[in-house]
């Protein structure tokens, strides 16, 4: 009986510490820093192995599948392609205006908008009520807390977490991010917040829309450089569903993703991105002794 | 050397869960094999190593992935406790036992950590979070819970050999 007793006794202490550490963690004023960074570091390079393993297998189960439908394939990229050509022909034209544009108005060539480093999947959590992947980069290649992570699809979210060789991502569709949104389309231009929601796991909402506002199925979202965190101008997804939301006054949109979550395998950070304005020259007006003064105002901008 | 052997096996399968087992993720939704494992154990070992495994598993699940600390430490320990408890009161050969408690679990953890979270002050729409994840991991865990079901039967009757 008295053994008994101690073990109780052990079980109601571990449980109210976890409580205990749970309502600090809550409040942010303790996090398990070391805890994490250790079981996170440990497991990153059999998960990177299992995840390689996992990813091979998908793609000869994926090709397999793929040669079946490769003949329709074949067909409607061939249309797509001559579409295409026609269009390149347009935007060779296009291009070209734009060289002797440039030209004329004595822009500097407008340098890479964002710095990128590639990271792998090496695994993630699906949960209910959290989505997060791990990456294999960290501190020591640069990365640091709230970088924001795309693909070449889209947006997929930020590092939350980062140790020496290992970072966390909080994907958009976790139900604790947000994202300061803003409609593309020229005419509308509605700002707003996406969160992830846990009711509907792959797709986050376009929250406290006004009723009235202007947004419509098949808007395209793009971030809106509100809130620090994101560049302005990534690609978030597009509206799928406007509904209206009870008492009257808001509304929210369903978004499908742009990124393709189910298969996430590798991604980019961005480590810096750079205003596009700011790589423009000083618009002083010097006509005509601009070839000898063309290279000194902005020094780093050519690159 | 018992305990090594649980160890290991919770390590693996935290791996597994974060690597494998998203690929074959329906709409969003991958099998909780975590909680199979800690099911299956409780009910074949009783409350008190089922409590121990729960804590252990959902402690090494938060820290690994980066959730909310605390959801599924509390969430797994209260389900190894619960169905520990039933131990003595089913038979453990059954084929019908782990596709039942499987489907039970789910349904309490799923709970638990509802309860945890509006402790924590977190919003949800508890109805429709409920339909859309709860009730398609119901379904799916009790796929492979026959399986796992039969792997953590072998594996007590090895290490309590």
Known sequence: ????????????????????????????????????????????????????VGFNFRKVG????????????????????????????????????????????????????FDFVTAAVVGRDLGTWNSTITINRGTADGITKDMPVVTSQGLVGNVVNVYTHVAKVQLILDARSAVGTLVQRPESRV???????????????MVNIARDADIIKTDKLITSGF??????????????????????????????????????????????????????????PVPSAAPGKAGIPSPGAGR | MKNLIWMGVIVATVILQSTLLPLIAIKGTCPDML???????????GREKGVGMGFFAGLLQDLAFGSIFGTNTISKLATGYIFGLAERKVFKEHVLLPVAATAVATVFNGLVMFMVLFMLGYKADIVSTFMNNVVPLVGYNVIIAIPVHHIVYRLTAFTSE
Do not use: C, W
């Not at chain 1, 976890?18 to 390079?45: D, N, R, S």
């Not at chain 1, 067909?75 to 440039?102: D, T, W």
């Open chain 1, 191 to 205: 700002a707003a917040i996406v969160e992830g929601s846990s009711a509907t796991p792959l797709s986050p909402r």
């Open chain 1, 227 to 284: 809130g620090g965190i994101y560049p302005k101008g990534l690609l978030i997804g597009e509206v799928v569903d406007v509904v209206n939301e009870e008492g009257g006054l808001l509304k929210y949109a369903s978004i499908k993703p742009a990124v393709d979550f189910d298969r996430l395998e590798e991604v980019l950070v961005i480590a810096r991105s750079r205003e596009p304005i700011s790589t423009l020259p000083p618009t002083t």
């Open chain 1, 1 to 52: 009986m008295g053994l008994f007793h101690k073990k109780t006794v052990i079980l109601l202490v571990a449980v109210l510490t976890v409580f205990l550490l749970v309502g600090l963690q809550a409040q942010g004023k303790y996090k398990f820093v070391f805890m994490e960074e250790f079981i996170t570091t440990v497991l990153a390079p059999v998960q990177s192995i299992v995840s390689n």
């Open chain 1, 62 to 113: 994926l090709s397999t599948g793929e040669l079946m439908t490769a003949y329709r394939d074949n067909q409607a990229l061939r249309a797509e392609n001559e579409e295409i050509r026609q269009n390149n022909l347009n935007v060779a034209e296009i291009m070209a205006e734009n060289v002797r544009l440039r030209a004329m108005l004595d822009y500097k060539k407008v340098a890479n908008q």
């Open chain 2, 35 to 45: 909680l199979i494992i800690v099911v299956s154990y409780a009910l074949l070992s």
